[in-house]
């Protein structure tokens, strides 16, 4: 069975501080791997994705992750967070049949202007 | 283009009434899934359409939950009678093909 551990739950940054949002997952599967985004107000929505190729994915709004296999993660960076960055972050790992994300449990950021 | 929609965006039940959400996919999309977030805990799979079919269902928790997806577009979920552990979101996401899903903006059920 497949799952996604999210070590913060919940994360409290000044402006133009550093990120990194942890994930680690087990799948004994082909790897497809998500960070969604849910900012206050609305939905879910995609900020990045790894199916193959170059771990580094860069995504929208400077976000970035890496994906390390031999530690099972995919964190999630940004250089330099900004207020509009306030929402939950959830990282995801899809199943080989492509139709089931698996979710972490999320993590709250805050971003203190 | 239209995203996914879902209705309604709240609903606030007895325990034991019927409640019934839908969800309106991105057109075009044959993929349809279902998702729901229990207060506190991860958002959980509970089913995937593809057209009017039932793909997957492994995910609902019992059958007290009925999904359908007549005509291949929307779907809808109903769950009958409603107990209290139901509270939570309820997402929708529809894709093309097997790959990114796109979100709707969730159903939040209150059982009282």
């Known amino acids: 069975a497949q799952s996604v551990s999210q070590h913060n739950h919940h994360v409290i940054l000044s402006e133009a501080a550093s990120l990194e949002l942890g994930c680690n997952y087990s799948?004994?599967?082909?790897?497809?791997l998500f960070w969604y985004v849910q900012y206050p107000g609305q939905h879910l929505q995609l900020l990045l994705k790894?199916?193959?190729?170059?771990?580094l994915v860069k995504g929208i709004k400077g976000f970035e992750a890496e994906f390390i296999k031999s530690k099972f993660s995919f964190n999630l960076r940004k250089p330099s967070v900004q207020w509009s960055d306030t929402a939950e972050y959830f990282c995801?790992?899809?199943?080989?049949?492509?139709?089931?994300?698996?979710f972490g449990g999320g993590t709250r950021l805050m971003v203190k202007p | 283009e239209a995203g996914v929609t879902q209705f309604p965006s709240h609903s606030v039940i007895e325990k034991g009434q019927t409640v019934t959400l839908r969800c309106d996919p991105i057109?075009?999309?044959?993929?349809l899934y279902w998702y729901r977030r229990v207060m506190g805990k991860e958002i959980k799979f509970l089913l995937h359409?593809?057209?009017?079919?039932?793909?997957?269902e492994s995910g609902m928790p019992n059958n007290r939950f009925l999904a359908e997806r007549t005509g291949g577009t929307y779907s809808t979920l109903k769950v009958q009678p409603a107990e209290l552990e139901d509270s939570g979101v309820y997402f929708c996401?529809?894709?093309?093909?097997?790959?990114?899903?796109?979100f709707g903006p969730g159903t939040r059920l209150t059982v009282l």
């Open positions: 996401a529809s894709s093309q093909a097997r790959g990114e899903q796109f």
């Open positions: 799948y004994g599967g082909t790897v497809n």
């Open positions: 790894y199916f193959s190729g170059d771990p």
């Open positions: 995801a790992v899809m199943n080989n049949a492509g139709n089931m994300l698996t």
């Open positions: 057109s075009g999309h044959d993929n």
């Open positions: 359409f593809v057209k009017e079919s039932k793909q997957d």
